[in-house]
């Protein structure tokens, strides 16, 4: 029997097939933690209304699950799950071919359903950016792409005998003494806290977004923490095993935290989601403090010879201060080729012509996920 494409558009058999989609993530290699089916099913029971959930499966004739995609129905565009929080995301798949085949036969199977299938943020290197290469859809779809942003990306060696602070870069140790004598000073007796991956108070994710909230005012547009699904999901994934994980700054024991670092931690790599800081606070560097903090504590946890820090998207400053290394995001459309479509083809073909012809004025950075084998196979950043 040939291999067939499944959709599953009701929580109840979402919920039903969870864990064997779990178990399936585990056997693929995404390209982040995040990128898993417990944190977009965790979305996606958040989010339930306004947008549809379509869990798309690729199944062999056998029955044996080959590559999975979770999107959201938005009317006529169906949209991948959770991407305009989580930074990006990938797709699990025993292989690059049966992603791109899941990609084709969606194409194909919406017909006039969806005009546009859209991947807001693709990393590059990952399954899902070389998936939607595949030739395959060239004769389904135009596919229209424009640089989103980047992840600068670092690593700090862990060394028998050699302590964490001296496997600093020396711009980042020297920042740190100087921080950490200024809190000392005003602060004397401030704690740090590391909570998860997952199983921790999910109240104390209220309390981070009641800082972001707060802090929001420094920045352009609203706080994301503002946005009650997104809040849903991170208490759910706290409740729960995830790698979702929260370091927070405290003036004095039980008191209001002046800085947090939301971020996700796989025993080799640390993820900075989300950070802010009590703006009365400045003046002590507390968010600078509180990273150097929390890299310490995922330092000696992690597997191997080096903690990597991925800074995810963003252009904030402070990142610069970190690595000049960084791997590309992208935002990626495709548009099946139908006569009803043509019009948005063209419109989607001037406006990101003239975006990526802006974005190649910036500088290149060189990627660091690069595929491991000629399966297509992600090795995550090193």
């Not at 071919?97 to 359903?113: P, W, Y």
């Not at 590309?328 to 989607?348: F, G, K, T, W």
Request: net charge neutral.
């Amino acid at each position: 029997m040939p291999s067939a494409l499944h959709c599953h558009d009701r929580w109840e058999a979402i919920e039903s097939r969870l864990p064997d989609w779990l178990a399936f993530a585990d056997r693929c290699r995404l390209a982040a933690p995040f990128c898993g089916p417990r944190v977009w099913s965790a979305w996606l029971k958040a989010r339930r209304s306004p947008s549809e959930p379509a869990v798309f499966e690729w199944r062999s004739g056998d029955g044996e699950l080959l590559a999975l995609l979770p999107m959201e129905r938005k009317g006529t565009r169906l949209e991948m799950a959770g991407t305009l929080h989580f930074d990006y995301q990938d797709l699990a798949a025993l292989d690059t071919a049966a992603a791109g085949d899941l990609i084709a036969a969606l194409v194909e199977a919406e017909g006039d359903r969806a005009s546009e299938i859209v991947f807001p943020q693709v990393a590059e290197g990952s399954r899902l950016a070389q998936a939607l290469a595949a030739p395959r859809l060239a004769g389904l779809a135009r596919l229209e792409r424009r640089f989103w942003s980047r992840c600068p990306v670092a690593s700090i060696p862990r060394e028998p005998g050699r302590g964490f602070e001296t496997a600093l870069p020396s711009r980042q140790r020297k920042d740190y003494r100087n921080a950490s004598r200024r809190i000392a000073e005003a602060l004397p007796e401030h704690v740090a806290e590391h909570h998860g991956p997952g199983s921790f108070d999910p109240g104390l994710v209220g309390e981070a977004a009641a800082l972001h909230l707060a802090s929001q005012q420094r920045k352009a547009g609203p706080s994301v923490l503002a946005d009650a699904s997104l809040r849903g999901t991170l208490e759910a994934l706290a409740d729960g095993e995830s790698p979702l994980c929260l370091s927070l700054l405290r003036p004095r024991p039980g008191a209001a935290p002046i800085a947090f670092h939301l971020g996700w931690f796989d025993g080799a790599t640390y993820y900075d989601y989300l950070t802010a800081y009590d703006a009365a606070y400045a003046a002590l560097s507390p968010g600078r403090w509180l990273l150097v903090s929390a890299l310490a504590h995922w330092h000696g946890r992690a597997a191997g010879d080096e903690l990597r820090l991925d800074l995810l998207c963003g252009e904030e400053p402070y990142k610069n201060r970190w690595t000049a290394e960084a791997y590309r995001v992208a935002r990626a459309v495709l548009l099946p080729h139908r006569l009803s479509n043509l019009p948005r083809i063209v419109a989607y073909a001037a406006v990101y012509g003239l975006k990526n012809a802006r974005n190649r004025r910036l500088p290149e950075r060189g990627p660091c996920l690069e595929p491991d084998d000629a399966s297509g196979s992600v090795a995550l950043p090193r």
